[in-house]
């Protein structure tokens, strides 16, 4: 800084004398002519200087400078207001200083760094990296390559990206050699020893993962240990192999989502992400497919890799990676298909397996069978994604298990073979064929016929050619000022009990339904199978007062448990018809129950508890009773059969309840006994509900009455009392032949019955359930012992001693489940 004009003032006045005369001795080179004109001329220049700096006029100062130094008074004056101005000239540069910082603050780029494994990732990742790049005022990109890339044996890959003009910023080797399962977990360490130096030094605000590779895996570990966000691509799909497991694991650390399809999205929200950090973005490789995949010289891309002679649709694209988690039958299918190809005699451009455990395998099975130097095959380490689009789109076919096939393959409508279960999950189009197993050759042999040379209409399940953009844009909305800790949407359960001596003392309890042809019942049932409280009311006709009820009643049971001091753990539903335990919803009820078919009992009933909710058939709810805390304890293979109005029942087999694949395991009632019997109420004829029902036995006591028939001496029974089977029976006590007549019938029917499922199942035990089973057990005993085979009239038929199966089978399901036992 220049020195004040007003200090240099007041250090001349030592050098002037009073009457304002130059000092010869004192000069220092000054001109001795200068005569005093000269020397008000200068004066008159520093006053002027003054005025334009805005300094104030001193008091005396125009008269004469020498006096300065003589009045100190003067001179601190002058001095304080020197400092005051130099003050107020720093600060405001100082505030010119920090308007400049905070506006460059707001310019901030964003640092992206975008993490590459190998070449299938690359073809994902390189558009969004030209996208970032043609942005360089927003943001600032970072590139990592690492994995297979930087291999020989894979065609050092890492060259293409250097021809695309990218600066790489890191080259991490982080592949430990061996393509088997441990050289795999060593890759993950080696990756995760590097990377952390590497994250350091770029220091990124966000890092951009693709897919669902172990080399991923490392990058998104890493990245979440060191504070660093994370955008994951193609998350939230489903496929075979350890990917499902490793991309599910990147989507869990990451913290934003772009995924490809709508069920992608709508798996990441199933998996509790929060639905904000997500974007339905496209597959990014399908902006490049789709404005590129028409090119003029695709000709000259099938000669340069096929030769002259080959012509479009006229050769096959071969690509089969390993299945780490059954490598040898991913082996045993390689070989298959390349015997099949060698059969088939096309052209064929067949690419080498990437580097997962059992590729070196693979290769074995190739070049034993001497593909590389056969004449219809060209084998070969890599291929740019730009020519490989190309020469997939005209292919005649593209077989193997490559997620090309199943994802960028179907843009072109490009016939496709999947084999194996590498892909198993994926969503895909018409144009693909799946061959999920093999023996010999001969199936992947007809596969080819059928598809080789077919065009399909082109499918944008991944994408429409616009995913960039939408990720570019996603990227300019991150706030880095927002909290780094990463939250998940979880639904909404009761809230969770400090650990304090309430806590200790409260009797964990389930909450039961019982929805039968008659009457809605729901209780509280305590661990020991004690019910607590009972509610009962009459079964609505409607589905909508039927529902308001089951809430009601759930309402009211909530409120008094925590009376009796006991904790809800969650609500088991038991039901006539047939139901699907999985999703909690009734498929077809029975015709007791109306408007009972197709309904979702689980969700409003748990939206409107805050519960975990279980679903199942009557009848297997009785069968769960008894193994929990009837006869059926500790026996590992036994069946009930209820007795009531209906006929139902369950089987346990192995301790494990049995459904069946389409839930209709152990519909025990209308297993048939006869070709011409009477009409059951599932429209059939013959059944064992037909004979032994509750209403079967009611529609013949009627029957009997109507034809005076039934009423027998010492039999009381009054005008308007209505008929019901326990006139029947007790008709046939008192000696009535025509209703003992029906009785054995319907006993031999049942009795019928329950040999053909000994015969089945094989069960240790047979327990039998409903208001009719202690007057059934004695003859269905004798009629086994009389008509089965001799290994199985050895078993026991017992009557339940359970008052309320059906209820306490509902809560089993729920203290089974939510205090860790097996259901």
């Known amino acids: 800084m220049s020195v004040s004009p007003y200090r240099y003032l007041f250090f001349s006045s030592f050098l002037l004398p009073l009457d304002g005369s130059c000092m010869p001795s004192l000069c220092c080179g000054w001109a001795k002519e200068k005569n005093l004109k000269e020397k008000k001329k200068k004066k008159k220049k520093k006053e002027d200087w003054k005025k334009i700096r ?30 005051y101005y130099l003050r107020m000239q720093r600060g405001r540069e100082r505030m010119e200083r920090e308007k400049v910082s905070e506006l460059n603050q707001c310019k901030r780029r964003l640092r992206v760094c975008v993490a590459t494994c190998n070449r ?8 969004i990296m030209f996208g970032i790049k043609s942005h360089p005022d927003e943001f600032e990109l970072e590139v990592v390559v690492l994995g297979s890339h930087l291999i020989d044996d894979y065609g050092n890959t890492f060259r293409m990206i250097e021809q695309d ?11 430990v050699r061996g393509e088997d399962e441990a050289a795999m977990v060593e890759s993950v360490g080696l990756a995760l020893v590097k990377l952390p130096d590497v994250l350091q030094r770029l220091h990124p605000d966000i890092l951009v993962v693709h897919g669902d590779r172990f080399d991923a895996l490392a990058l998104a570990t890493a990245a979440a240990l060191m504070n660093i966000r994370i955008l994951h691509l193609e998350g939230g799909e489903v496929s075979g192999t350890i990917d499902d497991s490793i991309r599910h694991a990147i989507s869990k650390l990451a913290h934003y989502h772009a995924c490809c399809t709508r069920r992608a999205e709508q798996y990441l929200i199933a998996m509790c992400e929060d639905h904000s950090r997500i974007l339905l973005a496209g597959c990014p490789s399908y902006d490049k497919l789709l404005s590129t995949h ?18 479009e649709q006229d050769y096959i694209v071969a ?6 988690t059954d490598i040898q039958h991913s082996i045993k299918i390689y070989g298959l298909m390349l015997d099949a190809l060698l059969s088939f005699n096309k052209t064929t451009l067949i690419l080498f397996p990437n580097i997962d455990a059992g590729s070196k395998e693979m290769v074995r099975v190739m070049r034993k069978k001497g593909i590389e130097q056969h004449p219809n095959f060209r084998a070969v380490k890599h291929i740019p994604f730009e020519q490989f689009i190309q020469l997939v789109c005209h292919a005649g076919c593209m077989i193997g298990n490559s997620s090309c096939g199943v994802r960028e393959a179907g843009a072109f409508g490009t016939p496709v073979i999947n084999l194996g279960t590498r892909q198993t999950g994926r969503e895909t189009g018409e144009n693909v064929l799946h061959v999920r197993d093999a023996d010999t050759h001969n199936k992947i042999y007809h596969a080819l016929e059928l598809q080789f040379g077919k065009r399909y209409p082109c499918s944008k399940i991944y994408g429409d050619g616009n995913a960039v953009p939408r990720i570019l844009k996603f990227l300019r909305t991150i706030d880095l000022d927002e909290p780094l800790q990463k939250t998940f949407c979880f639904p909404t359960v009761k809230d969770s009990i400090s650990q304090d001596i309430d806590h200790i003392l409260e009797t964990q309890s389930a909450m039961s339904i019982d929805l039968g042809g008659t009457n809605l019942r729901v209780a509280i049932v305590c661990m020991k199978g004690k019910i607590v409280k009972k509610y009962t009311q009459p079964n609505p006709k409607t589905f909508e007062a039927r529902m308001q009820l089951i809430l009601k009643m759930c309402s009211d049971a909530m409120r008094d448990a925590v009376s009796f001091n006991c904790r809800i753990l969650g609500v088991g539903v038991s039901t006539g018809g047939r139901v699907n335990p999985q999703e909690g919803v009734v498929l077809h009820s029975t015709k007791l129950i109306k408007e009972w078919s197709s309904v979702d009992l689980r969700t409003p009933i748990s939206d409107a508890l805050h519960l975990p909710v279980w679903v199942d058939n009557d009848g297997n709810c009785a069968a769960l009773a008894e193994k929990k805390f009837g006869h059926g304890k500790g026996v590992e293979n036994f069946v009930t ?5 209906g006929i139902g029942g369950g089987i346990i087999h192995h301790s494990e309840l049995v459904h069946g694949s389409t839930f209709c395991a152990a519909e025990l009632g209308h297993i048939m006994v006869s070709l011409e019997g009477p009409e059951c109420s599932c429209g059939s004829r013959g059944c064992i509900e ?9 529609r013949e006591a009627k029957r009997l009455h109507d034809e005076d028939l039934l009423k027998v001496e010492g039999m009381d029974m009054k005008l308007s009392e209505p008929i019901t089977a326990a006139h029947l029976i007790n008709a046939a006590r008192l000696g009535n032949s025509k209703a003992d007549a029906i009785l054995n019938k319907a006993s031999t029917a049942l009795g019928v019955g329950i040999i053909n499922i000994l015969h089945i199942v094989n069960p240790s035990l047979v327990i039998l359930s409903g208001v009719l089973a202690s007057y059934y057990q004695t003859p269905v005993q004798h009629i086994i012992k009389e008509r089965a085979l001799f290994s199985a009239q050895s078993i026991k038929v017992v009557t ?7 209820l306490l089978g509902a809560a089993s399901m729920v203290l089974d489940y939510t205090t860790r036992r097996t259901y």
């Open 54 to 83: 805005g300094y104030p006029q001193r008091r005396g100062m125009e008269k004469h400078t020498g006096s300065l130094c003589t009045n100190p008074h003067h001179l601190n004056i002058w001095k304080a207001q020197e400092l």
């Open 120 to 127: 299938a990732d690359y073809s994902k990742l390189a558009p």
């Open 165 to 175: 003009d990218f600066d790489i910023g890191s080259k991490l080797h982080t592949i």
């Open 294 to 311: 028409h090119r003029e010289d695709y000709k000259d891309i099938i000669k340069a890799w096929l030769g002259d002679k080959v012509q």
């Open 319 to 324: 690509l089969q990676h390993p299945v780490t």
């Open 641 to 645: 059969v209820i007795t009531g109005t």
């Open 690 to 698: 037909a004979y032994a029902s509750g209403m079967a036995l009611q």
């Open 800 to 806: 339940s001693d359970l008052e309320e199966p059906a």
